[in-house]
């Protein structure tokens, strides 16, 4: 079964003390924080991540990027971050595909519900994230301590090359 989480990216950014706080100051650090953040989510979970931003945020035509292996959705002028995530749903909507979508927004929560897709609160997404990054600092704790196990040796500086890779950076 094929899984996709889609972010309401402002609405999370703004309920999420800490980007909420940062966003005040510098939206596109906030942005970035909240786009790494989903990588990681998406590296563990093996979810596809597509993170939808309003347009009313970054003027001009809407677009589509590809960063961390997210697709990352700016929405057109006249258009909604919401709008953009119900038509997303009913595209990506098959017998054997999971969908759902992270936005605090009830009403949309709603809509998408009808819609057959998921509903995750941006709470739910946030403990989410927290979980698994006390997992991940788990799992680099103990392979820290096993390090000298390995019948090849790496450098720190290789080993730093190969998490980029299985988190899509470049």
Known sequence: MRRFLIVDGYNIIGDWPELRELQTRNLEEARDILIEKMAEYQAYTGASVIIVFDAHMVPGLGRKMKNFRLDIIYTREKETADERIEKLVRTLKRVDTEISVATSDFLEQRVI????????????????????EKRISRKVMNAKKHKGRSKLPITDEMAEIFEKWRRGER
């Open 113 to 132: 519900f009808a819609s057959g897709a998921l509903r995750k609160s941006a709470r739910e997404l946030r403990n989410e994230v927290m979980a698994i």
